[in-house]
């Protein structure tokens, strides 16, 4: 992957439309998590510095094409004029003479993008309407580069294009990870179905040297080599496409690693009895809700013996103890490589970011992706084109 950088651009006395994520959380139209929009800051701060004139522009939910008053950016003002210090220009419907009429350090607020029935349909005149704003385009929403949308990769088809700050860094870290890794590269893959990561294990397997797959799905693989995993969650009808999976591992060289013992329950609940077992002795009527020591220890030992780590889902249901134990003490052991200097660790996905912050472990990884959606196709292998256009 190559892109161009605000480094290498000449932006004093330019505009500079700005594709971000602010997508932040709200109650009574109050932000109640304002870390998208302090993300942003150091790529607005940069620009300013080099005497751009800032256009913002970002979605707010899902409007569909449609003007939606409850979605509006407007609402995301206070937060963003808080974060940077200073006021911002809100402009329902940018023009670009209200826009030269501003002062050469203004930062401007464009209403949601997803008003407009053109935005996600990446229909050609709704970016040439975005490019005609500004002249440069800076991509700073790594998290909405896998949508082929008018501002994320239509405007950037006509205009002289880079990426900011955050998404260099988003960038940089994936290229580490993934891209050019230092070896052994261990994947942990978690969550509750296989059928949902297909793509992601396949592409996986011929890319890292070993790969740990946790949680739900990992029951799956175990049912796949003939375990006996009782009520446990389990897609049984996908037990062939695991052992497919298994083979194609093999073939690239690629270890697999499964549960050696599995800490088990007769009810889902927080606090509920558990006994830790070997995996081949899981009771026809409890069900399988964490990773146990053991296998814990293991994963020790496979981090220990690599350089890069990319993490995607927890290990068991972490979000009820004590069922969290497997994830916890495996992302501090990443955390403890990390910060010696022993390890690349890299981490995404919703649950995932969830379930490092739990362990305490999150601030000592190398990165901490927030973008979901677009981690996950980065994962599988697929072109995202908000980045592909940056090319």
């Known amino acids: 992957m190559t892109w161009k950088t605000i480094d290498d651009m000449a932006l004093a006395g330019k505009v500079v439309l700005t594709r971000v994520d602010i997508n932040v959380p709200m109650e009574a139209g109050v932000v109640t998590d304002a870390t998208r929009i302090e993300k942003i800051m150091p790529t607005v701060e940069d620009l300013l510095a080099r005497g751009a004139k800032v256009i913002l522009l970002a979605h707010f939910g899902r409007p569909k094409g449609k003007v939606v008053p409850e979605m509006s950016l407007r609402q995301v003002l206070p937060a963003l004029e808080t974060a ?16 030269d009429a501003l002062p050469q350090n203004a930062i401007v607020l464009a209403e949601n993008t997803r008003f407009a029935p053109g935005e996600e349909a990446n229909d050609p005149a709704m970016a040439a309407y975005l490019a005609g704003l500004g002249d440069y385009f800076c991509n700073d929403a790594f998290s909405a580069a896998h949508r082929a949308h008018a501002s994320t990769e239509g405007i950037a088809r006509l205009l002289p294009s880079f990426a900011g700050r955050l998404m260099a860094e988003e ?52 049912v796949a080599q003939g375990f006996e995993v009782g009520k446990s969650l389990a897609e049984r009808d996908m037990a062939a496409t ?12 690629c270890t697999i690693h499964l549960p050696v013992d599995v800490v088990v329950a007769w009810e889902f609940k927080a606090g509920a009895a558990n006994e830790t077992v070997e995996v081949a002795a899981c009771p026809s009527d409890a069900m399988i809700l964490d990773a146990g020591p053991n296998t814990v220890a293991e994963l020790s030992r496979v981090f220990e013996a690599c350089k890069t780590l990319i993490w995607n889902g927890p290990l068991g249901a972490f979000e009820i103890e004590p069922f969290n134990a497997a994830t916890n003490a495996a992302a501090k052991v990443a955390a403890d490589l990390t910060r010696a200097g022993k390890l690349v660790s890299v981490a995404g996905g919703g649950d995932t970011v969830a379930a490092l912050n739990q362990a305490g472990a999150a601030q000592d990884f190398t990165f901490i992706s927030t973008a979901g959606g677009a981690f996950l196709e980065w994962m599988e292998g697929k ?9």
Do not use: C, W, Y
């Open 242 to 253: 695991a052992l497919d999976i298994f083979a194609k591992a093999k073939a690239a060289g």
């Open 171 to 222: 960038l940089a870290a994936l290229e580490a990870a993934l891209g050019k890794p230092e070896r052994p590269v261990v994947a942990v893959v978690g969550g509750a179905k296989v059928s949902t990561k297909l793509d992601l294990l396949g592409n996986l397997v011929t890319k890292v040297d070993h790969l740990v797959i946790g949680g739900g799905m990992a029951n799956t693989f175990l």
């Open 84 to 99: 940077l210090g200073r006021s911002v220009v809100f402009m329902e419907q940018p023009t670009r003479a209200a826009i």
């Open 383 to 391: 072109t995202l084109p908000g980045v592909a256009a940056l090319g």
